[in-house]
């Protein structure tokens, strides 16, 4: 019999390894967005105010042509993919 930390670990793995993972929800006033990633890529919900869903597993082309005003809600938190070849300094706590 495995203890309660070790339940949780094997659990906690066995979802990461098989499931999407959510990156991130935008809450706003009349919709919450959430950013997830997906064996697939990137995918787009939304729910209204009351938890109606909007829109489900959309690309971000898709939100942007199917439901423009999330996209704008969404627009602004987008990141441009980073290039590894790029060295960037990293900033190191006490430095």
Known sequence: MLNGLAT???VGAIGF????RTIVTLKGQRA???I???ANGVRYSAKDARGQAICSNLTLDQLHAQHPLLYRQVEPALCAEADAR??????VAGE
């Open 8 to 10: 949780a670990w094997l």
């Open 86 to 91: 790029i060295d960037a300094p990293v900033a």
């Open 36 to 38: 997830r990633s997906t």
């Open 32 to 34: 919450s967005v959430t």
């Open 17 to 20: 390894a098989g499931g999407d």
